[in-house]
């Protein structure tokens, strides 16, 4: 036993190599969750209005600013792979692409601010809530661009497995972001009371400072000199062709696969209210299963990344491996507190709801966390195994096969089922049957071996061998 464990714990790959780079990225991606906390209870206590404001209008802006952020962020499995080629002269160069291609739609995204009324007129909520998404959003369009940039350049360092910096980073952009809510949202130190726009303006401030922070270490000269992050500032079209070719696919599955959600969830609203409460709730308490699974597959990305960089696939292999092999322990672990002992994640959502309500709404989410305990153990695949295919540039396999099922497998059947007057249940049936499905696609794709012959960076020129010292004439 003690052989086995050793066997996949050290070395290139091994389990030990995986948790020290996984866990820095699982407390940074724990972070925007951090803030999303705060920002809604300061707002809860501000006003209810503005606290559901800001979730439809946040809800709105980040499927939209996704698209860019999926395609921005692959810049640290550019940054990967040129670091296991030990090409680090090209790492400055490809994280300047991504800070253009940041810049760019960054501020298309402006484009957006003269239309915001008309879009959430269209929604239909009530005059006090639109006023207040119509603000909200805004803001966060404007905010946008720092987001994308901290987010391109973030992955200059995650790319090189320096995680901790990431993490550091974002520590000190949460805090940014936790003071200036209090501060702006209530008008506290003789700034004036802000509300809404109060918690939107602190979040695009703490983008702000992270993106400062990132620059700040970008430019040390090591990096100067190494990486060339200051000389390799100059547009590369080619790389730029590059980045959009392999992390586009990556952007447009990431923002198609947050719209699928967001149509389920309605669809399941349509239902009645507390299916839509309960389905909320199964999703919130998911999210202590999915958010550590995010750093553990970001972890694999660049781990793929660099071991293909090496041409080593053989230590891709394991390193995906070994990353199945500890979330799955994880998986398991919550999945039987999921079946077990429910009350324990149920009872915090306790507050503000009368007893019978309650008791209705918590048989609900205990059988819809059966769902989650069920689909969890195979969401560790598709987490795990997607993203070695994502580290090797096979990005455009996983766009077409998450689009695709999502809408085939989850989203029409529910249409369907909630149009026909079915259970709650039966469009959970779905959204299993599509996390399950999708894993297995994904691990059989892994299997195959075909991404182990791909690679997002160009391959380097070939040195001509050494001339001997003497020339030598055929006899």
């Known amino acids: 036993m ?35 906390f705060i920002d809604r209870v300061f707002l809860a206590h501000y006003s209810t209005d503005s606290m559901a404001a800001a979730m439809q209008a946040g809800i709105a802006s980040f499927s939209i600013a996704s698209l860019f ?11 990967a792979q040129y670091t296991g080629a030990a090409r680090d002269d090209r790492c400055g160069p490809a994280v300047w692409q991504g800070i253009h291609f940041s810049i760019l739609t960054g501020l298309a995204m402006l484009i957006l601010i ?6 959430f007129n269209w929604m239909g909520h009530d005059e006090s809530i639109r006023r207040n998404e119509v603000i909200y959003f805004q803001i966060m369009c404007v905010g946008t661009l720092p987001m994308l940039v901290s987010s391109a350049l973030s992955g200059f360092f995650s790319g090189r497995s320096q995680t901790k910096v990431v993490m550091y980073v974002h520590l000190l952009a949460t805090l940014v972001n936790i003071v200036l809510d209090y501060v702006l949202i209530f008008g506290k130190f003789g700034f004036p009371r802000m509300g809404i726009a109060g918690a939107a303006w602190a979040t695009v401030i703490s983008y702000i400072s992270s993106m400062l922070m990132f620059f700040y270490l970008f430019f040390n000269k090591e990096y100067r000199v190494k990486s060339a992050t200051l000389s390799g500032w100059r547009f590369d079209g080619e790389l730029f062709y590059r980045l959009i070719r392999y992390g586009l696919p990556n952007g447009i599955q990431f923002m198609l696969d947050v719209c699928a959600f967001a149509v389920f969830v309605m669809l399941v609203g349509r239902i009645n209210k507390s299916a839509l409460t309960a389905t909320s709730m199964a999703f919130s308490i998911n999210t202590l299963a999915f958010m550590p699974m995010l750093g553990f597959g970001m972890a694999v990305t660049i781990l793929v990344g660099q071991s293909l960089g090496r041409n080593e696939p053989a230590t891709a292999v394991r390193s995906t491996w070994s990353a199945f092999y500890l979330t799955y322990i994880y998986m398991t672990i919550l999945a039987l507190c999921y079946w077990l002992f429910p009350q324990i994640f149920i009872y915090p959502y306790r507050v503000g709801i009368t007893d019978s309500d309650f008791a209705a709404l918590e048989k609900m989410v205990r059988n819809l966390l059966l769902f989650v305990a069920f689909y969890c153990l195979f969401d560790t695949g598709n987490i795990v195994f997607s993203g070695a295919l994502k580290g090797a540039g096979d990005t ?11 809408w ?42 075909k991404w182990k012959n791909m690679r997002v960076i160009e391959t380097a020129p070939k040195v001509p061998p050494e001339l001997p010292e003497v020339p030598t004439v055929g006899i």
């Open 114 to 119: 003269p239309f915001t009324q008309g879009i």
């Open 2 to 36: 003690k052989e086995f464990v050793l066997k996949h714990w050290e070395g290139e790959g091994g389990c030990s190599q995986i948790i020290r780079l996984a866990l820095p990225l699982i407390i940074s991606t724990g972070m925007s969750s951090v803030q999303m």
């Open 396 to 406: 455009r396999f996983v766009m077409v096969i998450t689009v695709v099922l999502s």
């Open 69 to 79: 952020l999926g395609t921005a962020s692959y810049v640290n499995t550019f940054v």
């Open 408 to 449: 085939v497998v989850m989203v029409v059947p529910s249409f369907f089922a909630v149009r026909n007057g079915k259970s709650l249940y039966w469009p959970w049936s779905f959204a299993t049957a599509y996390v399950c499905i999708l894993a297995l696609v994904f691990l059989f794709r892994f299997l195959t071996g």
